[in-house]
Structure formats: C-alpha cells, structure tokens
C-alpha cells in the first residue's frame, strides 16, 4: 500500500499495516489530504491538540463526530460557543465529581455479580460476560433505563456503531440507522415519562434544569437536545468503556509480565488505566469543520471543509511518548488524547477510569489464573470511529 493514500475508513487494512501509515503520515505529511473521504486528517499530538482548542477556526457542528446518527438539532458535541457553553454548563449539574465516588460502590457491585454469575464456568467471554455489565449498567442507572431493556440497548449501540463509516446505503449502514430509530423512540418514551414521574435519574436532572430555562429556545427542540444528549450517553459512555475494559485486559494478557506487575501492585492502577486508554484509544478519530478558509501549520484549508484528528496516530507520536508502541503501566507522563482536548473534553472522563479499574481490580482479585482459552480467537468489530472488541474466550 501506498501510504500516500492512506484511507481511514478501510477496515480491511492490518493493524501493523495502519499504524505504519500513521507513522509515515505523522513524519511525511502530518496534514494530510484525504481525497477519497475529502477530508484533511491530522496525524501530530501537537496538531490534533492545537485544533482540539482552536474552537473560533475550527467548529464542532453540524452533524455527528463521524456520520450523524442524530436529529439536527444535534447534542452537546456538535454545539459551539455560547450554545456549547451553556449546555454544558447545565449537564454538569448530572454529572458531579461526587457522581463518580457515588457510582464505585455500585460498579463493584455490578462486576461482582458478572463475575460471580461465570465463577462455577471454567470458561467466560472477557466482552458479553465481563467488560458488557459495568458501564452498561451504570449508564442505564444514570439514565433509569429498566435492567430488562440492557440487551436490546446493548444490541442497538453494537449496531448504530459498526454502520459509522460504512458505504451509504450498505446493509451495515441500514441496520445502524435502523437501531439509532429504535433507541431514539425508546428514549423518547423514556423521556416522557420522567415528565409525568419524575425520578433521581440524570434525565430528570436535565429536565428539572430546563424548567428553569435551559435547554434550548422552544420546548421541541429543547426535547429534541435532551433525547440527542441521551443517546449520546449510551453511545459515548457505554461502548467506548465497554471496549476499554476488553482492550485492556487484552493489552494486559498480551504483556505477561505488565499484568503480574499489576496483580502484585494495586497501586499501580491509575497509571495502568491511563497507559490502557492510551494504549486502546477507543475513540480513533473525531471531526471539526474549518469555519473560514485559513491555513493551518502552513497547509491552506478553505471553509466548509472537515479536518479528522487520529487520536490512534497522536497517542502513538514518537514526539510526545517514549517508545509509544511499548506497554508500560507505569508510564509517566502520559499525556494521551483518548477523551479528546480543548472545550469538549470527556466529561465522563473520570466516571470512565473508576469502571475501568474497578472492574480490572476485581477479575485481578477473583480470577486470578485467568487466561486466553487456547482455542479462542479475538473477534473485533467493524467500526471507522470506535475500537471495537466483540469477543474474547477465556478460560480460569
Ligand atoms: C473510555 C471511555 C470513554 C472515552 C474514550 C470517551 C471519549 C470521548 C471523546 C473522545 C469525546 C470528544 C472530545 C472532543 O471532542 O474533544 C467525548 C465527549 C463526551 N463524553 Fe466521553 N468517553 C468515554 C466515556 C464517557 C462516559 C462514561 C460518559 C458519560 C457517562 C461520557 C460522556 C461524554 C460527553 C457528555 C461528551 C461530550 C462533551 C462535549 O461535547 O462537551 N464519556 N468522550
């Protein structure tokens, strides 16, 4: 392959193969013209963070990060300035720092009961049975989503996933846009009726807070936000976890030696969780839009055009991360883009990192000769945004 013509949305390339043309892109053509997705794509830690933070050049809306899954509207991510600002600002009021110490206890308690329901097994799947239950229930928590609408939800995120990047029109864009419908009538409904009954989920929150004058000018656009911001929370809040768990307990199995250290060494868990979101970067790639033709680390871009920063290519730059394509749990610093920079960082960075190590901590201490069944091949998904891992055998 010529790495010239790199194309980011070709699943088919090995991944040696890819991060061979990030590298060459980072060091020939680190702002490159993508001709066949009509798109520049960004390959520097320093670009993708100076572009993050340039909000007056470079604008979120319209659209979704990738393709748009979502009314126009749009949610949080596809906002600007003041708009972006004052949404966020209202979300925060359902997203505390006191949330994440409030949700550790009921994360235990969910991969507690994952583990527990495989124990008498001998045989598990890191994805369906391990990584699945933790961020999924605490988001369905978050949101008051009935525990017995998880697997339809899961199904539906799968889906609306793998259709991102897919050929228009392709049956893996059709089922995607179908399950986005589904799952935006269910949260319709949902959203319904937490008008009627109120309750303590994040919904609620978020409508109490439009009644105070947020969210929007008219009220149908305002529900329109608030259904935008749900999905976004499954989308966002679920699978990318979901998949940090099964990439790190991966990374961690194929590195020996990094996961004794851990099993040996609890403290190092916050850097192991940071060096398992670099090193997994489950988000690939998001988009901004060049808000007026102007040049950028001296290419000429014109308005309109969509420019994708790689967070894989920035978090493996050799400019920022010593020997970035070695795994070391206790890398410091660590300065990874796995949750994005500038005003639309992560804000359920921290939410993220207690699942994460919440749940390594408790398969490191209840499964302690868990392994690879030797039979079991790793089964990722088809996905040009998200790092997706569909199932992994394991056996103990
Ligand atoms: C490993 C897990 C996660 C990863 C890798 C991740 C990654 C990201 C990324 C890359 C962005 C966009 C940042 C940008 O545009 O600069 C983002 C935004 C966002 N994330 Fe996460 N996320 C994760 C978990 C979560 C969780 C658990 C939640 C909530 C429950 C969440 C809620 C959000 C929200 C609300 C935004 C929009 C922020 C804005 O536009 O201002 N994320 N996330």
Redesign the pocket.
Known sequence: MKYEEYDLNDLSLPRAERNAALRWLRDNDPVHWDAKNDLWLLTRHEDVRHL?KDHERFT?GPGGPWHSFETEAGS??N?DGER?IRT?NL?SRGFTPRMVSDFEPLARQYIDGAIDAVLEKGSCDLVADLAVPV?SRV?SH?LGIADADLDTFSDWCGNIMEGIGAEPGCERERRSLKSAAQMWQHLAAAIEQRRITPGEDILSTLMQAREEGGFGDEDSLATEELLNFAM??VM??NE??RN?ISGGMLALFEHPDELERLRADRGLMPTAVDEI?RWTT??RA?RRWVAADTEFEGTKLRAGQSVVMS?TSANHDERVFDDPDSFEIDRTPNEHL????????????N??RM??AVALDRILDRLPDLRLAPSGAVVRGESALSETILSVPLEF
């Open positions: 993050a979120n949080i991510e906002m972006h966020r979300i961020p988001i978050m976004l929370l966002g809040g990318t976890t940090a979101l489950v988000v998001l967070f796995t949750f994005g920079f500038g005003a639309h960082r992560c804000m359920g960075a939410l993220a699942e994460i």
